[in-house]
């Protein structure tokens, strides 16, 4: 299987989520699920199937954690020697060339990316754009809106 690239932070955020499904969400729904069936017939009691279905999607999320931690590659950016290339999860200062707006973007892996908070993933068409580039490139990205050029300001490693 293929090797998942991950932040620091993001394998950090993963690990938690974990911990909370298995120690207080699995408990929950057990008890739930111990509760519902007091109430007596299965087959006509909503509580039962919905705290089933409730454990269905939590013993299936534990699942997928557990195997995107045990595939994946922790990258601490932090640990590399910066030599201004553009790698993942790097901090990238941009300069949008036709209208001089200035945007940072973090390339960090598929389950972290949040345009709203400026992260975004590897796979994506700007990400994909920068990646080996460095600082004083212009690049081209191919935009749903269109080619935007941008020019590589900054390049972080924090």
Do not use: W
């Not at 007596?40 to 705290?51: F, I, R, S, T, V």
């Amino acid at each position: 299987m293929k090797q998942i690239p991950m932040t620091v932070r993001g394998a950090e955020q993963l690990k938690q989520e974990l911990e909370h499904l298995k120690n207080i969400r699995r408990p929950e729904i057990i008890k739930a699920i111990a509760e519902a069936r007091e109430h007596g017939d299965l087959k006509e009691n909503a509580e039962y199937h919905a705290a089933r279905e409730q454990q269905g999607f939590c013993e299936g999320r534990i699942q997928e954690i557990e195997s995107k931690l045990s595939n994946c590659q922790i990258i601490d950016v932090t640990k590399l020697s910066n030599n201004g290339k553009v790698v993942f999860g790097a901090t990238v200062v941009l300069l949008n060339v036709d209208t001089d707006e200035e945007v940072t973007y973090q390339i960090v892996g598929d389950d972290e990316a949040d345009i709203k908070q400026g992260l975004i993933s590897v796979n994506s068409p700007i990400a994909r754009g920068l990646v080996a580039k460095e600082v004083d490139d212009i690049v081209k990205i191919q935009t749903p809106g269109g080619i935007i050029e941008f020019e590589i300001i900054e390049v972080k490693y924090k």
